[in-house]
T-cell receptor, first 109, second 114 residues
Framework: RKEVEQDPGPFNVPEGATVAFNCTYSNSASQSFFWYRQDCRKEPKLLMSVYSSGNEDGRFTAQLNRASQYISLLIRDSKLSDSATYLC??????????FGAGTRLTVKP | EADIYQTPRYLVIGTGKKITLECSQTMGHDKMYWYQQDPGMELHLIHY???????EKGDLSSESTVSRIRTEHFPLTLESARPSHTSQYLC?????????????FGPGTRLTVL
């Protein structure tokens, strides 16, 4: 079993839709969680950290469920520019970062 | 924008050549990483470093080697390139602190070995 697992998608949604991605992790000792965004043929860029109490940044909401060992990303009012691959990243206890394989999102007009 | 740079951005070479991919960061980060990523596929960690004179192999075995003589510089070398090495190579760095340790990525080197 992979340490970080994501639904690869693709998720094809119309503009304005709300879409949610989940990511599960296997190491219960994980301390830090992130969502990265990677555009086609570009490098990954930090989208947002995920805090225990959940956090919001504009149209993006991240949540952590330690008991079930998953994190989620909710995107409201999808824009065409949201089309990308979203990578779930989890730190293990020794601070090694584990990247998920990514979930591909395509927002269509 | 992160201050981490990679050169060359694109490289096309013949089999058997020795190549070095350069990575530099000006953020004073202790930790640096090399990832390999094929198009549409996941990132694979091939090397990392906790600081000067520290190098470790990652999860994916690689025929490449790395060195860390200076904090800001983490070059990756392939002694004899083969077509199977064709891929994108991404360098990253992070503070290496005990808290959330965000990684910042360079723009990548797209390598094609003929």
């Amino acid at each position: 079993r992979k340490e970080v697992e994501q639904d690869p998608g693709p998720f094809n949604v119309p503009e304005g839709a709300t879409v949610a991605f989940n990511c599960t992790y296997s190491n219960s000792a994980s301390q830090s969680f992130f969502w990265y965004r990677q555009d086609c043929r570009k490098e990954p860029k930090l989208l947002m950290s995920v805090y225990s109490s959940g956090n919001e940044d504009g149209r993006f909401t991240a949540q952590l469920n330690r008991a079930s060992q998953y994190i989620s990303l909710l995107i409201r009012d999808s824009k065409l520019s949201d089309s990308a691959t979203y990578l779930c990243v989890v730190n293990s206890r020794n601070n090694d970062m584990r990247f998920g394989a990514g979930t591909r999102l395509t927002v269509k007009p | 924008e992160a201050d981490i740079y990679q050169t060359p951005r694109y490289l096309v070479i013949g089999t058997g050549k020795k190549i070095t991919l350069e990575c530099s960061q000006t953020m004073g980060h202790d930790k640096m990483y090399w990832y390999q990523q094929d198009p549409g596929m996941e990132l694979h960690l091939i090397h990392y470093s906790y600081g000067v004179n520290s190098t470790e192999k990652g999860d994916l075995s690689s025929e490449s080697t790395v060195s860390r003589i200076r904090t800001e510089h983490f070059p990756l070398t392939l002694e004899s390139a083969r077509p199977s090495h064709t891929s994108q190579y991404l360098c990253a760095s992070s503070h290496g602190t005990s808290g959330p340790d965000t990684q910042y990525f360079g723009p990548g080197t797209r390598l094609t070995v003929l």
